[in-house]
């Protein structure tokens, strides 16, 4: 078993698995219900972690992690603001800025 990926949450975590499912590697969620006990760990180790579960195939996972992780913020977009010039992310119809409407 070879721990190949960290997430903030189980919902993005689920997102790893599949993709690494997809290609036929199989994997293992571990500390998902850690959070239970959060005040008495680190925190950071209540995070869910993808466990590969044959090593050999924990390169061709990174591998797969890394692109997923590329598309992912590809897939959070930003406009730019015409009237300041400012980044907004995508999900904002307005510039947080000046609030200017998303342009067209
Ligand atoms: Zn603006």
Do not use: K, Y
Request: glycine share 6%.
């Amino acid at each position: 078993m070879v721990r190949v990926h960290t997430a903030r949450n189980l919902a993005e975590l689920a997102i790893v698995r599949d993709h690494l499912a997809a290609r036929g590697i199989a994997t293992e969620i571990r500390n998902q219900f850690a959070g239970a006990a959060l005040g008495e760990i680190p925190w950071t180790s209540t995070w869910p972690e993808l466990w590969v579960v044959d090593e050999r195939d924990a390169g061709l996972a990174q591998r797969l992690i890394a692109e997923a992780g590329g598309a992912a913020e590809a897939s959070c977009a930003v406009w730019t603001c015409r009237s300041c010039g400012e980044q907004v992310e995508e999900t904002f119809a307005r510039c947080w800025n000046c609030e200017a409407e998303l342009p067209e």
